[in-house]
């Protein structure tokens, strides 16, 4: 049974936690994309890796137009990631130093 707790700061915990625990068990790259190509559609995919790299990019001293000439991305995607880089909870800015080492 999944528990469904009252959103705390927009998110709710318990109501997610199987999908990360799913995630973290995944033990390879090919685990993983068998699991997300299952779960997302390839539109959803292409959203949240054009996140990542837009949040790399920007950690990286990229300017909103250099990054939207190499990504693609829009300016509403880029200042998005831009204000969760600044004021989120800091996922990304995890994500991005352990993609670096």
Do not use: H
């Amino acid at each position: 049974m999944i528990a469904y707790e009252v959103k705390m700061d927009n998110f709710s915990i318990d109501k997610f936690d199987n999908l990360f625990e799913a995630v973290l068990a995944l033990k390879s790259i090919e685990e993983c994309r068998r699991f997300f190509e299952d779960v997302c559609t390839i539109k959803e995919l292409d959203a949240i890796s054009q996140r990542l790299e837009v949040a790399s990019l920007l950690s990286n001293g990229k300017n909103y137009q250099e990054v939207t000439a190499l990504t693609g991305a829009s300016t509403a995607t880029i200042s998005r990631v831009n204000k969760c880089l600044q004021y989120g909870k800091g996922g990304y800015n995890l994500v991005v130093k352990k993609e670096e080492k």
